[in-house]
């Protein structure tokens, strides 16, 4: 069995800064792609960023402001972010490409959703 595990969002102030974790557990062999993808309220679920290997792309709304990065030994993708506004508020979800057990299927998992919000 696999599953994804987020941490790390909360309330922060306008121009502050957050991290946010998504780490991987199970028979996970690699991971081959991951996404963070938000959703303020009422509205449809955006993505934000993806890293792939050494690659990786920003949202225009990412760009400059957040940096995905992956800890391939622990299987965790983070989601640092800088100069937040409140715009970014929203339900933070991390989306992974993953080849696990012995066969090497590949498979999508979704982690749970953890809220930012920005705010005075």
């Known amino acids: 069995q696999v599953q994804l595990v987020e941490s790390g969002g909360g309330l922060v102030q306008p121009g502050g800064s957050l991290t946010l974790s998504c780490a991987a557990s199970?028979?996970?062999?690699?991971?081959?792609?991951a996404n963070w993808y938000r959703q303020a309220p009422g509205n449809q679920r955006e993505w934000v960023a993806v890293?792939?290997?050494?690659?990786?792309n920003y949202a225009d709304s990412a760009k400059g402001r957040f940096t995905i990065s992956s800890d391939i030994a622990k299987n965790t993708i983070s989601l640092q972010m800088n100069s937040l506004k409140p715009d970014d508020t929203a339900t933070y979800y991390c989306?992974?490409?993953?080849?696990?057990?012995?066969?090497?299927?590949?498979?999508?998992?979704w982690g749970q959703g953890i809220l930012v919000t920005v705010s005075d």
């Open positions: 890293i792939s290997g050494d690659a990786s």
């Open positions: 199970g028979s996970i062999f690699s991971i081959q792609a």
């Open positions: 989306n992974l490409f993953v080849l696990v057990g012995e066969t090497r299927a590949l498979r999508e998992l």
